[in-house]
């Protein structure tokens, strides 16, 4: 009686290992998808330019952020579209009582923000007004306007200011 109960006792254990085990292997065998999805590496960049793609035979432009290609194979979804029509707008920053131009800051390599005096063109949606900065070598926080590596930064003496159609806004770079 006893060793037919241990004999029992340990088939269950044996089936519910053996469950365990297939429990955990078969989803990645039968979801086996690494030859259907091409993984390709970031590709760094330096500005838009460097991150064309041809796509369909279609030359296809890809946005530099952060020094990295936003979309680095014609699989991957593009979330900045180029658009020929561009969105404008006026960005001036202020250093010490001089305006920085930013058209001189800018690379003639971008192709989704270009720089006119103050006027801005956008040629894409959902670009963060860092994102924008970037592009001219500069970054906005809540504490600091960064330009070409010099910080300028709100302290007891000097105030950051960052006003939106002469309005006070405190939501930097977003």
Same mark, same amino acid.
């Given at each position: 009686?006893?060793?037919?109960?241990?004999?029992?006792?340990? %088939?269950?254990?044996?089936? &519910?290992?053996?469950? %365990?085990?297939?429990?955990?292997?078969?989803?990645? &065998?039968?979801?086996?998808?690494? +030859?259907?999805?091409?993984?390709?590496?970031?590709?760094?960049?330096?500005?838009?330019? =460097?991150?064309?793609?041809?796509? *369909? *035979?279609?030359?296809?432009?890809?946005?530099?952020? +952060?020094?990295?290609c936003q979309q680095n194979s014609c699989k991957e %979804?593009?979330?900045?579209?180029?658009? +020929? %029509?561009?969105?404008?707008?006026?960005?001036?920053?202020?250093? !010490?009582?001089?305006?920085?131009?930013?058209? !001189?800051?800018?690379?003639a390599q971008d192709l989704f923000t270009k720089f006119?005096?103050?006027? &801005?063109? =956008?040629?894409?949606?959902?670009?963060?007004?860092?994102?924008?900065?970037?592009? &001219?070598?500069?970054?906005?926080?809540?504490?600091?306007?960064?330009? !070409?590596?010099?910080?300028?930064?709100?302290?007891?003496?000097?105030?950051?200011?960052?006003?939106? !159609?002469?309005?006070?806004?405190? *939501?930097?770079?977003s």
């Amino acid at each position: 009686m006893k060793t037919k109960r241990q004999w029992i006792g340990k %088939t269950i254990l044996l089936l &519910v290992l053996i469950m %365990t085990i297939i429990g955990f292997t078969l989803p990645g &065998v039968l979801n086996d998808d690494s +030859q259907s999805q091409v993984k390709v590496e970031p590709r760094v960049c330096q500005n838009d330019a =460097e991150c064309y793609l041809t796509c *369909d *035979d279609q030359p296809v432009k890809v946005l530099c952020s +952060q020094n990295l290609c936003q979309q680095n194979s014609c699989k991957e %979804t593009n979330y900045y579209i180029f658009e +020929q %029509t561009p969105s404008s707008f006026i960005l001036s920053i202020e250093l !010490n009582g001089k305006k920085v131009s930013l058209a !001189n800051q800018s690379s003639a390599q971008d192709l989704f923000t270009k720089f006119e005096g103050e006027e &801005v063109k =956008e040629f894409t949606s959902g670009m963060s007004l860092n994102m924008i900065l970037e592009k &001219v070598k500069a970054k906005l926080t809540a504490e600091c306007l960064t330009v !070409n590596t010099e910080n300028y930064c709100r302290d007891g003496e000097n105030e950051l200011r960052f006003m939106v !159609n002469n309005v006070l806004r405190y *939501d930097y770079g977003s």
